[in-house]
């Protein structure tokens, strides 16, 4: 990758805050301690919005199922995919005596059967076998399937909506969002590495901030990333771009050009040595790239020397879109200081063992970044919740933090969800 | 798709020919998963960690060359200890070229994170 007009230090970079219509002010630091505020979320947030729950990939053929549970709203949904394709959620709840029907994360199957007393149904949610049928009171088996959850599809990723009869469809929900991104490439999708997460002591918005700004990067990350993401060009990390989408929001990271691995690191150098993109951050192939960088709104000035575009899906889903191929991260409340969360890296198939090397070392180095920011992050929660302050300050490249928490805030205060996508 | 994670017990000459100077170094570093070696890295003093890198650094791009001859997903079992062994660099050189210490500084250890799926064909 070549040099080309790199922009110069401090003076060129946008603007974002201002100009998205966004304040300058302090932000207030209870959202992120307060059992109140959590259960505000609870129910106008994550019980009123579209919630991403990943990739119709997942569900790879005909039959296949997975769970996957909102602990914030104490749901358990099970996703299905039937024979003709279309694909379904449901409360994974037996309608006999309400347990849990399917153990499973993932699998294959038509048809679950309740581990209690045999109750069975279809993966179209329909009500099967009752055991012992004669036996129960004027039992109608068309009323007793499993209860639908709201879902629907949008370029490949699959959303549920927790409300009985959502308030908005999923492309009302996306709106300037969803127009932007539609076509966007998602090479790899069939098969991730993960990094899973079980729980964090910190609240769900103090993780999901901590991936969606690059000022920290050059502190945080000195060794595993900082020489990547900034240079003497470039030394605070500053974003390229940034685009607030309705509810949702986007942001361009700098990506340092000329990052070589040093003569010293023996590993790194091999690891890197035949990788067709200049890459080191990524994965994939060179025609991946080159369609990733084709679309209009990833890397939206077309700068060269970019790392990621960030999507931020409101309130919980991020997709970041690199030269190296694609990622995601997922962040599931647990209460209002813990955390559940879950990254899916895009990866090909290595098709030698070389790839093969390079994926491990790839992969390495992202988990290395996570537990950096793991540690970070719970102190940061137990410094917010010891009271020293009242607020938090943001600058200009912070913007998406500050574009998640005011949306969040008017999502809370409105009472419908149309009153909190007007713009 | 099922993981393979089980292989026998390190046997003498459980290294393809050629590589038995690395065998005292299969026990330990030659972890059926990624999350394996990434712990067992984690875990291990720097000295430990820099016996390994410096005994297998050189002989690195000559495994690799060794394992190119077999279908990633499908090796004999002395050239799948290799590769696994091999893995274990990136692993290491988290230590010894990023870090200079065993792990990344003030990140947490034991903590709740891992590899649930590692790199593909394999997903180990």
Same mark, same amino acid.
């Given at each position: 990758?070549?040099?080309?007009?790199?922009?110069?230090?401090?003076?060129?970079?946008?603007?974002?805050?201002?100009?998205?219509?966004?304040?300058?002010?302090?932000?207030?630091?209870?959202?992120?301690?307060?059992?109140?505020?959590?259960?505000?979320?609870?129910?106008?947030?994550?019980?009123?919005?579209?919630?991403?729950?990943?990739?119709?990939?997942?569900?790879?053929?005909?039959?296949?199922?997975?769970?996957?549970?909102?602990?914030?709203?104490?749901?358990?949904?099970?996703?299905?995919?039937?024979?003709?394709?279309?694909?379904?959620?449901?409360?994974?709840?037996?309608?006999?005596?309400?347990?849990?029907?399917?153990?499973?994360?993932?699998?294959?199957?038509?048809?679950?059967?309740?581990?209690?007393?045999?109750?069975?149904?279809?993966?179209?949610?329909?009500?099967?076998?009752?055991?012992?049928?004669?036996?129960?009171?004027?039992?109608?088996?068309?009323?007793?399937?499993?209860?639908?959850?709201?879902?629907?599809?949008?370029?490949?990723?699959?959303?549920?909506?927790?409300?009985?009869?959502?308030?908005?469809?999923?492309?009302?929900?996306?709106?300037?969002?969803?127009?932007?991104?539609?076509?966007?490439?998602?090479?790899?999708?069939?098969?991730?590495?993960?990094?899973?997460?079980?729980?964090?002591?910190?609240?769900?918005?103090?993780?999901?901030?901590?991936?969606?700004?690059?000022?920290?990067?050059?502190?945080?990350?000195?060794?595993?990333?900082?020489?990547?993401?900034?240079?003497?060009?470039?030394?605070?990390?500053?974003?390229?771009?940034?685009?607030?989408?309705?509810?949702?929001?986007?942001?361009?990271?700098?990506?340092?050009?000329?990052?070589?691995?040093?003569?010293?690191?023996?590993?790194?150098?091999?690891?890197?040595?035949?990788?067709?993109?200049?890459?080191?951050?990524?994965?994939?192939?060179?025609?991946?790239?080159?369609?990733?960088?084709?679309?209009?709104?990833?890397?939206?000035?077309?700068?060269?020397?970019?790392?990621?575009?960030?999507?931020?899906?409101?309130?919980?889903?991020?997709?970041?879109?690199?030269?190296?191929?694609?990622?995601?991260?997922?962040?599931?409340?647990?209460?209002?200081?813990?955390?559940?969360?879950?990254?899916?890296?895009?990866?090909?198939?290595?098709?030698?063992?070389?790839?093969?090397?390079?994926?491990?070392?790839?992969?390495?180095?992202?988990?290395?970044?996570?537990?950096?920011?793991?540690?970070?992050?719970?102190?940061?929660?137990?410094?917010?919740?010891?009271?020293?302050?009242?607020?938090?300050?943001?600058?200009?490249?912070?913007?998406?933090?500050?574009?998640?928490?005011?949306?969040?805030?008017?999502?809370?205060?409105?009472?419908?969800?149309?009153?909190?996508?007007?713009? | 798709?099922?993981?393979?994670?089980?292989?026998?017990?390190?046997?003498?000459?459980?290294?393809?020919?050629?590589?038995?100077?690395?065998?005292?170094?299969?026990?330990?570093?030659?972890?059926?998963?990624?999350?394996?070696?990434?712990?067992?890295?984690?875990?291990?003093?720097?000295?430990?960690?820099?016996?390994?890198?410096?005994?297998?650094?050189?002989? !690195?791009?000559?495994? +690799?060359?060794? %394992?190119?001859?077999? /279908?990633? #997903? $499908? &090796?004999?079992?002395? !050239?799948?200890?290799? +590769?696994?062994? %091999?893995?274990?660099? /990136?692993? #290491? $050189? &988290?230590?010894?070229?990023?870090?200079?210490?065993?792990?990344?500084?003030?990140?947490?250890?034991?903590?709740? &994170?891992?590899?649930?799926?590692?790199?593909?064909?394999?997903?180990?």
């Amino acid at each position: 990758m070549s040099v080309v007009d790199l922009p110069k230090p401090n003076t060129e970079f946008p603007k974002l805050t201002v100009p998205n219509g966004l304040g300058t002010g302090p932000i207030p630091i209870a959202p992120y301690i307060s059992q109140a505020w959590y259960e505000q979320e609870r129910d106008r947030v994550f019980g009123r919005a579209w919630l991403c729950m990943g990739r119709v990939e997942q569900l790879p053929e005909a039959d296949s199922f997975m769970v996957k549970e909102i602990e914030i709203c104490g749901v358990i949904a099970l996703i299905t995919r039937d024979a003709k394709d279309q694909i379904r959620a449901f409360h994974n709840v037996c309608s006999h005596r309400a347990n849990l029907v399917v153990h499973e994360t993932s699998g294959k199957g038509s048809r679950f059967v309740c581990k209690y007393h045999n109750w069975a149904y279809r993966n179209t949610g329909d009500c099967i076998g009752v055991p012992d049928r004669a036996n129960f009171f004027d039992l109608d088996m068309k009323k007793c399937g499993l209860t639908p959850i709201a879902c629907e599809t949008w370029e490949g990723w699959i959303f549920i909506n927790l409300q009985k009869q959502p308030e908005v469809t999923l492309t009302e929900f996306l709106g300037n969002f969803g127009e932007a991104f539609r076509d966007a490439p998602a090479p790899a999708a069939t098969q991730a590495f993960t990094v899973d997460v079980t729980s964090m002591r910190a609240n769900w918005k103090v993780t999901i901030d901590a991936f969606c700004e690059s000022y920290h990067v050059p502190v945080l990350h000195p060794s595993t990333l900082g020489d990547t993401f900034a240079n003497d060009s470039n030394r605070y990390a500053r974003p390229l771009s940034g685009n607030v989408r309705g509810a949702h929001r986007t942001m361009t990271t700098f990506g340092n050009p000329n990052y070589l691995p040093p003569e010293s690191s023996l590993i790194e150098r091999l690891a890197y040595s035949n990788i067709d993109t200049g890459n080191t951050l990524g994965a994939n192939d060179a025609a991946d790239m080159q369609a990733l960088q084709n679309h209009p709104a990833i890397n939206p000035n077309k700068v060269p020397n970019w790392a990621t575009e960030i999507c931020w899906l409101f309130p919980n889903f991020l997709i970041f879109y690199s030269p190296g191929g694609f990622f995601t991260l997922e962040f599931w409340p647990l209460s209002v200081n813990t955390t559940r969360w879950v990254a899916r890296m895009h990866t090909p198939v290595a098709a030698d063992v070389r790839q093969r090397f390079q994926q491990e070392h790839y992969s390495c180095r992202m988990a290395e970044i996570f537990l950096e920011d793991v540690g970070n992050l719970e102190r940061q929660q137990k410094a917010m919740e010891s009271g020293g302050k009242s607020e938090i300050i943001l600058q200009d490249g912070e913007f998406l933090l500050r574009h998640s928490i005011e949306t969040i805030q008017k999502w809370v205060a409105s009472a419908t969800v149309r009153e909190a996508l007007a713009e | 798709m099922r993981m393979q994670t089980s292989l026998p017990a390190s046997l003498p000459n459980s290294l393809p020919a050629g590589f038995e100077a690395l065998e005292p170094f299969v026990d330990y570093w030659a972890g059926a998963t990624n999350d394996i070696r990434w712990d067992r890295r984690a875990r291990a003093s720097m000295a430990e960690i820099r016996s390994f890198y410096e005994a297998a650094v050189p002989r !690195a791009d000559e495994g +690799l060359a060794y %394992l190119e001859q077999f /279908p990633l #997903a $499908a &090796m004999p079992d002395d !050239a799948t200890r290799l +590769l696994r062994l %091999l893995l274990s660099l /990136p692993h #290491a $050189a &988290m230590a010894v070229e990023f870090h200079g210490q065993p792990r990344a500084a003030a990140s947490p250890f034991p903590h709740g &994170m891992h590899i649930g799926r590692g790199p593909w064909p394999q997903g180990w």
